[in-house]
């Protein structure tokens, strides 16, 4: 778990890096697109969330 702690620490800041791009240097039709992107990436990581914690059931006694 503390892996993904320190994963969640490193991406913060990215997170705030691409955000501040997005509003300073990106034009709305381009960031229309990015939050589309952004989206479909959200997804895919819920759908693997999802497979990871139904793997971590199945290993359950």
Do not use: C, N, W, Y
């Not at 993904?4 to 990106?26: M, N, T, W, Y």
């Amino acid at each position: 778990m503390e892996k993904f702690e320190k994963f969640g620490r490193q991406l913060d800041p990215e997170l705030e890096k691409l955000q501040s791009v997005l509003e300073k240097e990106i034009k709305p039709a381009t960031k229309q697109k990015a939050a589309a992107v952004l989206r479909q990436v959200s997804e895919r990581l819920a759908k693997l969330a999802e497979e990871i914690e139904a793997q971590h059931v199945e290993k359950q006694p």
